[in-house]
């Protein structure tokens, strides 16, 4: 199937998220409230996270295997990435967009996050983990890189007990708006 990358861009660009319903069939959504991933002292874990940080059971790559994170993401009873949105996300990462934050054991993929990069703004679309704090590691070292780029926010989308213990907060739609404007305007880069 062919995809316009660039319209599936724009739509990202507007505020709007891909996401495949219970039968794979693929629309836009959107939300009057988002979730963001502080970038700043906001930012918290547990205090077990930093003993196994500490410990650097993990090493950290970006892409090293961006289909793996993918698939992994996908991998679960109910998922919105259908086997067309993960054709979507692989065309978006070949265009440069789309990217896998991973942690790896040796040369054993332990977790990662799928996001999207468009100007200053990551937008997470997934995370997964297949060793015991795979994907917590890869959220701690993915906000110290967004962080380091100067990206405006990260977007976690839709709150949940995992994003909260991070201290993930709520954005109204006016606000994300404005921050979405502001982070169009840079050119930051995760690699």
């Known amino acids: 199937m062919q995809y ?12 709007y998220f891909l996401m495949a319903d219970e039968r794979d069939r693929l629309s836009w959504y959107g939300s009057r409230d988002r979730t ?30 961006f289909e793996a994170v993918v698939a992994g993401c996908a991998d679960r009873e109910t998922t919105w990435i259908s086997p067309e949105l993960q054709e979507i996300y692989s065309l978006l990462y070949q265009k440069g967009y789309a990217y896998s934050f991973e942690t790896w054991q040796g ?3 332990a977790g990662g996050i799928l996001g999207i990069v468009i100007g200053g703004a990551f937008i997470g679309e997934s995370m997964f983990y297949r060793i015991t704090e795979g994907s917590k590691v890869a959220m701690v070292k993915l906000v110290e ?12 989308q839709m709150m949940n007990p995992n994003l909260e213990r991070f201290g ?19 050119r930051c880069n995760l690699v």
């Not at 990358?5 to 660009?13: F, L, M, R, S, T």
Request: net charge positive; charged share 35%; no cysteine.
């Open 107 to 109: 040369d054993e993929l």
């Open 36 to 65: 963001f991933i502080p970038l700043d002292e906001r930012f918290r874990y547990p205090k077990s996270l930093q003993r196994v940080l500490n410990q650097e059971r993990f090493t950290v790559a970006i892409n090293r295997d």
């Open 4 to 15: 316009d990358i660039a319209a599936i861009v724009e739509g990202y660009a507007q505020g």
């Open 145 to 156: 890189r967004l962080r380091q780029r100067q990206f405006v926010f990260f977007d976690g």
């Open 168 to 186: 993930a907060y709520r954005v109204g739609d006016k606000e994300y708006q404005a921050l979405l404007k502001e982070a169009l305007q840079r």
